[in-house]
């Protein structure tokens, strides 16, 4: 979904479409290459996901734009979601940035990442804890999703 963000000109010059970071022309390949976005947004989610154990990948921009981390292999539903909500954060922070005509705060995206993934940690958390709740003493088994079995009873 990323692949379709929308990188509208700054609001004081409708012509002007660079980096807020570094100057150079921006487009959706310069917001994984761009050295600054990448220094404070990108390589801490990278070390992050690293420190958790996802699997390494081999060309980082195709890892970030894509989610390919080799040849043969794509990133799994974790690590997407985790890439999708960064892509988000970054994008709403780069729209701040220029609705507000300020610098974005990378580092407030990246923050917001991480606070997004452990709300959403913490709901499915619950939801789990819930159904465990409700079906002890029965026969049930582990569904796939505790949201799946909420919504049938």
Known sequence: MHRN???????????VTSCPSCGEHQNQLHLITCSHIRQDFWDPIIKIMKDMGFPGFTHTAAFLAV???SDTHVVG???????????RC??????RGRVENVQPDL??????TIMMNIS????YGE????????????QATNPTSPSATNRKG
């Open 127 to 138: 939801e789990w804890l819930k159904w465990v709740r409700k079906n002890t003493h029965t």
């Open 77 to 87: 539903k974790n690590q997407s979601g985790i890439l999708f909500i960064a892509w």
């Open 90 to 95: 970054l994008y709403a922070e780069l729209v």
């Open 107 to 112: 580092k407030a995206a990246y923050k917001r």
């Open 5 to 15: 963000l929308y990188l509208a000109p700054h609001k004081d010059a409708p012509n």
């Open 67 to 69: 989610g390919r981390l």
């Open 120 to 123: 959403r940690l913490k709901y």
